[in-house]
C-alpha cells in the first residue's frame, strides 16, 4: 500500500502563514478588547452598586414611604415603606396590603393600628415597566383639617343663632297659638281636629328643622362603603318616586359612570342627591322632565340634574348653599347647605346655574377610588 503525500507548493505556504499571522493578531486584538470590556463591565458594576447605595441612602432619607416596582415587582424599598408594610421582600409581586382599608379620598386608604385608625395617601406614578408608590401617613394632617371645620362650622352656627331663633320663633309661636285653641272649652268636635291637625304639621316642621340642623352641624363622614355612584344615584331616584308620581313629573335617567366607584357614607351622599333631585322635582310643573346624567374619568365620577323650571332666583344665587337659605313657604333652606357639606367632607364638588334656556343645572362630582 502506497501513501502519497503532496506537498505543499511554496507560494501557498506563505498565504497560509501570513493567514495565520493575521489570525494571531486579530486575536490578540480581540482579547485586547475582551480585557477593555471586562474592566468597563466591572468599572460599571462598581458605579451601580455605589448608584444603588446612593438611591437607599437617598429612599431612607425621604419622610415619606416609597416603593419601586419594576415589572409589578417590588425592586427596592425604604425604611418608612419597611415599617409601614413589615415583612415585604424585594423581588415579590406588589399589591396593596390586606389590612388596607379604602377610605373616602381618592388615594387613600385606612389602616387599623394600637394606637387608632390611621389614614394613609398612596400615589403611584408609572413610567414604563417601572412605577414608584409613594405613601403619606396623612392621620395628623385630616385631624386638623376636620377640627377646622368642626370649628368653621360651629362659628356659622353661632353666627347663626339669632337666623335660628327666628327661624323656630315663628312655627313655634303658631303651634302655640294652635295649643291655646285646643284648650278652650266648648270648642266642636270638627274645630279640635282641625287644630290639633294644624298643631301637629308645625310641631312636624319644626321637628324636621331641629334634625336638619343636627345633621348640618355633624362631624365628617365615618362609616364608609366602597358603591357604584349609578347606585347611589338610583337610590336616591328611587326615594323620591312618590313625590314625582305626585307632581306628574318624568324623570330621564343616562347613567353612565358604569365601574365608578366611590368610598362614602352612603346615607348622608344619597341624602344629598335627594335634596338636590327634590328641588328639582318641585320647581318643576305637571309633565316637565328632569334629566339626571352620570358619567366617570379615571379621577372622579360626575353627576348632573337638569330641570326645566323657572331657574334658581337671582337674589338666590349667591347663598344657595347658605343655611336657612329659601324663598319656599314650607322650606327649611338646610337642603343644599347639607347636601354641600356632606359632598365636600367626601372631597367632592357641588356646582349650581341657570342653564341659558332656562332651569336650573346642578353638578356633583365624588373622588372615585384609587387603583393602586
Ligand atoms: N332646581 C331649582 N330650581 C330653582 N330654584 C332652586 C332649585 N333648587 C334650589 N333652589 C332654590 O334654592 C333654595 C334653597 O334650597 P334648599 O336648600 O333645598 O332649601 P328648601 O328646599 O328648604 O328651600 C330654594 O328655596 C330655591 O329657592
Ligand atoms: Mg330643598
Redesign the pocket.
Given at each position: 500500500m502506497s501513501k502519497t503525500t503532496k506537498a505543499t507548493p511554496p507560494a501557498q505556504a506563505s498565504e497560509l502563514a501570513g493567514a495565520f499571522e493575521l489570525f494571531v493578531e486579530a486575536s490578540q486584538a480581540l482579547e485586547l478588547q475582551y480585557a477593555a470590556l471586562s474592566r468597563k463591565v466591572e468599572d460599571l458594576s462598581a458605579d451601580l452598586v455605589q448608584a444603588n447605595d446612593r438611591l437607599n441612602v437617598l429612599l431612607n432619607a425621604l419622610p415619606a414611604a416609597v416603593v419601586l416596582i419594576e415589572n409589578d415587582k417590588i425592586s427596592h424599598f425604604n425604611q418608612a415603606a419597611n415599617a409601614l408594610i413589615p415583612g415585604m421582600q424585594t423581588g415579590a409581586v406588589w399589591s396593596t396590603p390586606a389590612n388596607w382599608k379604602p377610605g373616602h379620598g381618592p388615594d387613600e386608604f385606612h389602616l387599623s393600628a394600637s394606637s387608632g385608625v390611621r389614614t394613609l395617601q398612596a400615589q403611584r406614578v408609572q413610567e414604563g415597566l417601572r412605577s414608584v408608590i409613594q405613601i403619606q401617613d396623612i392621620t395628623a394632617n385630616l385631624r386638623t383639617l376636620e377640627d377646622s371645620e368642626r370649628v368653621d362650622r360651629l362659628a356659622a352656627m353661632g353666627k347663626m343663632s339669632a337666623g335660628i331663633a327666628h327661624q323656630l320663633r315663628t312655627p313655634l309661636s303658631t303651634a302655640l297659638l294652635y295649643a291655646s285653641h285646643l284648650c278652650s272649652p266648648g270648642l266642636e268636635t270638627q274645630d279640635r281636629v282641625n287644630f290639633a291637625q294644624k298643631l301637629q304639621n308645625q310641631l312636624i316642621h319644626l321637628e324636621k328643622m331641629a334634625g336638619e340642623m343636627l345633621q348640618f352641624v355633624r362631624a365628617r363622614p365615618q362609616k364608609t362603603q366602597i358603591i357604584a355612584l349609578d347606585e347611589l344615584v338610583r337610590e336616591a331616584m328611587q326615594t323620591l318616586e312618590g313625590l314625582r308620581l305626585a307632581k306628574n313629573i318624568h324623570i330621564q335617567a343616562d347613567l353612565q359612570a358604569t365601574d365608578c366607584m366611590v368610598s362614602v357614607e352612603r346615607p348622608s351622599v344619597v341624602s344629598a342627591l335627594v335634596?338636590?333631585l327634590?328641588?328639582?322635582i318641585?320647581?318643576s310643573s305637571s309633565g316637565q322632565t328632569v334629566q339626571v346624567q352620570t358619567s366617570a374619568d379615571h379621577l372622579r365620577g360626575q353627576m348632573t340634574?337638569e330641570?326645566n323650571?323657572?331657574?334658581?332666583?337671582e337674589d338666590?344665587l349667591p347663598r344657595?348653599?347658605e343655611p336657612f337659605?329659601?324663598?319656599?313657604v314650607?322650606?327649611?333652606?338646610?337642603?343644599?347647605?347639607?347636601?354641600q357639606n356632606a359632598i365636600r367632607s367626601h372631597r367632592g364638588e357641588i356646582h349650581?346655574q341657570n342653564k341659558a334656556e332656562g332651569?336650573?343645572l346642578?353638578t356633583v362630582a365624588l373622588p372615585s377610588m384609587a387603583n393602586l
Open positions: 335634596a338636590i327634590e328641588n328639582a318641585q320647581c340634574i330641570d323650571g323657572p331657574g334658581i332666583a338666590m344657595l348653599f337659605a329659601t324663598n319656599r314650607t322650606g327649611t333652606g338646610l337642603g343644599l347647605a347639607i347636601a349650581a332651569g336650573a346642578f
